[in-house]
Nanobody, 131 residues
Framework: QLQLVESGGGLVQPGGSLRLSCAASGFTLDYYAIGWFRQAPGKEREGVSCISSSGGRTNYADSVKGRFTISRDNAKNTVYLQMNSLKPEDTAVYYC????????????????????????WGQGTQVTVSS
C-alpha cells in the first residue's frame, strides 16, 4: 500500500522545538518532491515547506522562514521538518504529501508549495504550541 505517514507531533511550550517525520511505505521517495502543509482549526490548509527530490531546492512560507528546516534522508525514505522557536500560531495538524515534479519546477514555485501539485496525503500529526 502506497502511503505517507507523519509522526513527531505533540504538545510543546512556546519557544520549544519539535521534529516531524514523513515516512514513505510502498514506494521510494527518491523521485518525489515532498511538501509539508498545515491546517489550523477554522482555517484553510496552507503550504509550510517543500523540498525537491534531490534535496537541492527548499521552499518556505514567510511565516516559518528562519525557524523551520526541511530535510530528507532518501536512504531512510523519510523527510523531516525541524521546527524551532515555535509559536502558538504554529498550532495545527501537519500533513505531508508528494509531488512528481522536477527540481527546476520547485525552484520556479519561488517560496511557495502549491497544494494542487501534491497528492497521496498522509493522515496528519497534531502540533499544539501552548503554555
Amino acid at each position: 500500500q502506497l502511503q505517507l505517514v507523519e509522526s513527531g507531533g505533540g504538545l510543546v511550550q512556546p519557544g520549544g522545538s519539535l521534529r516531524l517525520s514523513c515516512a514513505a511505505s510502498g514506494f521510494t521517495l527518491d523521485y518525489y518532491a515532498i511538501g509539508w502543509f498545515r491546517q489550523a482549526p477554522g482555517k484553510e490548509r496552507e503550504g509550510v515547506s517543500c523540498i525537491s527530490s534531490s534535496g537541492g531546492r527548499t521552499n518556505y512560507a514567510d511565516s516559518v522562514k528562519g525557524r523551520f528546516t526541511i530535510s530528507r534522508d532518501n536512504a531512510k525514505n523519510t523527510v523531516y521538518l525541524q521546527m524551532n522557536s515555535l509559536k502558538p500560531e504554529d498550532t495545527a495538524v501537519y500533513y505531508c504529501a508528494r509531488s512528481p515534479v522536477t527540481d527546476r519546477l520547485v525552484a520556479d514555485w519561488g517560496p511557495r508549495c502549491p497544494e494542487a501539485a501534491f497528492g497521496s496525503w498522509g493522515q496528519g500529526t497534531q502540533v499544539t504550541v501552548s503554555s
